[in-house]
């Protein structure tokens, strides 16, 4: 019927008003928040309970939070992983304690494939890291083929599909890489300004333009 069945409000934040960044619910009924102050919460569906909070900035300089932002929240397992602007974690869902971390900054949303964990940092560097350590297994810069052309941008997001990872830029472009080797394969200048991740369905790749034109490839 709509009715509301419980409402949790975090601390309160002195410096500035706190938004949620993001959310995911585990199969078990976990509700996982993550705002803009940094908090990780853990919170019961059913009933609102709070298992657990914690800071992932861990500085006492408000300043540190001015501009965090973070990807999605990926749940795998007994794992929570994120990405935000200063660090990728690893986070045990039960406890939430933290498993490991690497200060790799990215707002892209990081991808499970089984014991490995693909990421594409704000800089361009396409990473494999180990999901039960957290280490960097390869790591190559794949904007470099751009830059080569004098094509200066940012990744806007990326996809997995075939063993190959599909990378778009802001400034139009379309970047295939090996999901095994990390290397670029194939790019291409697709058109106008790209400002979403791209989808797969039914084998083929969905890109929305900033000119809201739908590009569809084979």
């Not at 900054?105 to 180990?130: A, E, Q």
């Not at 806007?156 to 990378?167: A, D, E, L, N």
Request: one cysteine or more; glycine letters at 8%.
């Amino acid at each position: 019927d709509g009715a509301k069945i419980w409402d949790v409000r975090t601390v309160a934040s002195f410096i500035k008003s706190q938004g949620f960044l993001a959310l995911a619910i585990s199969k078990n009924g976990n509700v996982v928040t993550l705002n803009s102050s940094g908090d990780l919460i853990n919170t019961k569906s059913d009933n609102g309970r709070i298992f657990w909070n914690l800071n992932t900035i861990g500085s006492l300089f408000a300043h540190d939070t001015d501009f965090f932002t973070s990807s999605d929240i990926v749940i795998d397992g007994n794992d929570i992983i994120f990405s935000t602007s200063l660090s990728i974690f690893s986070i045990d869902l039960k406890s939430g304690y933290l498993n490991w971390r690497q200060d790799i900054g990215s707002k892209n949303n990081p991808i499970i494939d089984g014991n490995n964990v693909f990421l594409i940092s704000d800089n361009g560097y396409f990473i494999n890291l180990d999901k039960k350590s957290g280490k960097i297994i390869w790591s190559i810069n794949i904007l470099k083929v751009l830059k080569k052309k004098k094509q200066i941008t940012q990744i806007t997001g990326f996809i997995m599909g075939s063993g190959k990872v599909y990378v778009t830029t802001l400034n139009g472009f379309v970047i295939v890489c090996s999901a095994t080797l990390g290397k670029v394969e194939y790019f291409k200048k697709i058109g106008d300004t790209i400002i979403s991740s791209p989808i797969i369905n039914n084998d083929s790749l969905y890109i929305l333009t900033e000119k809201s034109r739908i590009l569809g490839f084979n």
